[in-house]
């Protein structure tokens, strides 16, 4: 129940593609989705966030599609580049005002080829 | 305006030893998180402090243990080191709880247990 199910585990697109990566909850009681970018040596980054009260968000070239009842979300990164590349992380967590707690995804590497 | 500082970055520690690991939050960032990330079980929450008090602690063995200051400032310990405490250790920070704040994260501090 507590879990965050993220596919695929790993992406190879060609400069200018829209990789998309996705991720699944069961838990309803979830209400705050991030996604995180995390290069090689470094900690993870916040790229994008999402409530459940929307079915999507955008912040340049990143979109978060959300959807509720299939309790489903995911990553598109528009016009990639290769420095996209990197491992994208999504998590989930409870409570807004009150938790710190965030439960993450496996991990996606995505490899953007020039 | 510094991001989150975590020391040392790499550590080498023998079986049985313990560690202490620091964290330094941004400055006026009150929350303090900790994860642990490995290829097998990917990112896992340990514990956050707020206010010299931990308020959340995930699924790990009493051997890990934190504590928090009046600077906000973080240390975790593990003791009786074992050989899959190998991991990056996460420190991340936040203005307050939840997560409405946003995490920052550092580049984390690399344990080797031999």
């Known amino acids: 129940q507590q879990q965050v199910k993220q596919s695929p585990q790993s992406l190879i697109v060609q400069k200018g593609g829209i990789p998309i990566i996705n991720c699944a909850y069961e838990?309803?009681?979830?209400?705050?989705f991030p996604w995180y970018q995390q290069f090689p040596g470094k900690g993870p980054a916040l790229l994008i966030a999402i409530r459940p009260d929307v079915s999507e968000k955008k912040e340049g070239r990143f979109t978060i599609s959300f959807n509720k009842s299939a309790k489903q979300f995911s990553l598109h990164i528009m016009d990639s580049q290769p420095g996209d590349s990197a491992t994208y992380f999504c998590?989930?967590?409870?409570?807004?005002?009150?938790?710190?707690?965030?439960?993450f995804g496996t991990g996606t590497r995505l490899q953007v080829f020039p | 305006k510094a991001g989150v500082t975590q020391t040392p970055r790499y550590l080498i520690k023998t079986r049985g030893q313990q560690v202490t690991l620091s964290c330094s939050p941004i400055?006026?960032?009150?929350?303090v998180s900790w994860y642990q990330q490995t290829p097998g079980q990917g990112l896992q929450f340990l514990f956050e402090?707020?206010?010299?008090?931990?308020?959340n602690k995930g699924n790990f063995p009493g051997r890990f243990s934190g504590r928090q200051f009046s600077n906000s400032r973080s240390e975790m310990n593990v003791s009786t080191l074992e050989l899959g405490d190998s991991a990056l250790y996460l420190c991340?920070?936040?203005?307050?709880?939840?997560?409405?704040?946003?995490?920052?994260f550092g580049s984390g501090t690399r344990l080797t247990v031999v």
């Open positions: 998590a989930a967590s409870i409570g807004s005002y009150n938790t710190d707690k965030l439960i």
């Open positions: 402090y707020f206010s010299e008090t931990q308020r």
């Open positions: 838990n309803t009681a979830f209400d705050y």
């Open positions: 400055s006026g960032h009150r929350s």
């Open positions: 991340a920070s936040s203005l307050g709880r939840g997560s409405n704040y946003g995490y920052t």
